[in-house]
């Protein structure tokens, strides 16, 4: 994971557990779910988690001119251009 940069391109995917964690330039999206048990298979998916929001606060924190909300559009279907 330590290739993953928050809000960095528009391409990047990662997995942790059945968490899917998507890369966007103006927002990181997580959707799924992982079970953190409590054994060390739960500890090693957690703590990959927690890797993942300390880099996320760490990039927001570092923005100079936050803003207050990101307007996020609704996807377009576009045609098939093949």
């Known amino acids: ?6 809000y960095a391109n528009e391409s990047d995917v990662i ?3 059945a968490l899917e964690v998507e890369n966007r330039t103006d927002r990181v999206s997580l959707t799924g779910d992982v079970v953190l048990t ?4 739960g500890l ?5 988690i927690l890797v993942l929001m300390e880099q996320v606060v760490k990039a927001l924190e570092a923005e100079q001119e936050l803003p207050d909300a990101v307007k996020i559009h609704a996807a377009k279907v576009v ?3 093949f």
């Open 1 to 6: 994971m330590s290739d993953f940069k928050p």
């Open 15 to 17: 997995r942790i557990g």
């Open 38 to 41: 409590r054994d060390k298979a």
């Open 44 to 48: 090693a998916l957690a703590r990959e």
């Open 79 to 81: 045609k098939n251009p």
